[in-house]
């Protein structure tokens, strides 16, 4: 059984930062697709970015602000988050895609809010 759960969201002012911690409860394997998608209200979730052996993946509107990075020693994925923006405000979901067994893994979710 695979757990997920993200913490590190709350309320921030544009231009500030934060990191975003994804720690998965249960085996962790080095082929996972590990990655970071948002959501806001009557919208589709979105693809943050990723990270797996063979590099990152990022949006457009992540690329040059965020950055993935993943301690597989301790189950944890991050997202640093710099710069932020008003349209950055969502809830930040860590997603474990274990591509070998077909399977995929959603936390509860963090909530990123950024206001001034």
């Known amino acids: 059984q695979v757990q997920v759960v993200e913490s590190g969201g709350g309320l921030v002012q544009p231009g500030g930062s934060l990191r975003l911690s994804c720690v998965v409860f249960?085996?962790?394997?080095?082929?996972?697709?590990m990655g970071w998608f948002r959501q806001v209200p009557g919208k589709q979730r979105e693809l943050v970015a990723t990270?797996?052996?063979?590099?990152?993946n990022y949006a457009d509107s992540a690329k040059g602000r965020f950055t993935i990075s993943r301690d597989n020693a301790k189950n944890t994925v991050y997202l640093q988050m710099n710069s932020l923006k008003p349209e950055d405000t969502a809830v930040y979901y860590c997603?474990?895609?274990?591509?070998?067994?077909?399977?995929?893994?959603w936390g509860q979710g963090t909530q990123v809010t950024v206001s001034s």
């Open positions: 249960g085996n962790i394997f080095r082929s996972d697709l």
């Open positions: 997603n474990v895609d274990r591509r070998i067994r077909a399977q995929v893994y």
């Open positions: 990270i797996d052996g063979g590099g990152t």
